[in-house]
């Protein structure tokens, strides 16, 4: 990944706070430090595979915590949003493939409710993008007009303001202009 100015600025800050004694009973410390270094490792991964597993456990940090983090903006949101699609896609591939084998006459493979349930669960009933509770929507992950199905392996909830706002923007400014962001 090509590095801005900001972010190289960012991961010198990172490598300064490294070298600090930290208090491991402090929580908010350990958070602190865990997140930076998080972010330090997605964005100086040299290969894809550590990129995307650092943006899968980016898109994990409890909806709890998101809101304490104020240095989402030193992440390039439109990647970060594609990775952690291909992270969901590469969990899913065997999921996806096998359902297919087994409906390859065309049957409509759809998800059922319980199924559902169970990804509302996984994704701790909040947003897969912005972490934000409350009423969500199904997200394709693989788009549904390039042929992505409605199966459990190819759908993540997303908030009604990520999924709405979505459709009408282009997906880079669309993370941009998130609040989260
Ligand atoms: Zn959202």
Redesign the pocket.
């Known amino acids: 990944m090509k590095l801005t100015i900001k972010q190289q600025r960012f991961i010198e800050y990172v490598d300064n706070e490294n070298k600090k004694k930290i208090d491991i009973h402090d929580v908010n410390e350990m958070f602190k430090t865990i997140i930076l270094n998080l972010f330090r490792a997605y964005l100086t991964s040299e290969k894809d595979d550590d990129r995307i597993e650092a943006a899968s456990l980016i898109s994990r940090i409890h909806p709890k915590y998101r809101n304490k983090i104020k240095i989402w903006d030193v992440l390039d949101g439109t990647t970060l949003r594609e990775d952690i699609k291909e992270s969901i896609r590469i969990k899913n591939r065997t999921n996806i493939h096998s359902q297919k084998n087994r409906h390859g006459n065309g049957e409509f493979d759809s998800m059922t409710y319980e199924e559902w349930e169970e990804t509302l669960e996984h994704f701790g009933h909040a ?6 509770k409350g009423k969500m929507s199904f997200d394709h992950v693989h788009p549904f007009s390039k042929g992505g199905d409605f199966i459990k392996a190819n759908i993540i909830p ?2 009604l ?3 709405c706002s979505k459709q009408a923007h282009d997906i880079g400014e669309w993370y941009q202009s ?1 609040s ?1 962001f």
């Open positions: 947003c897969a993008y912005c972490g934000a997303a908030c303001s990520c999924n998130k989260f």
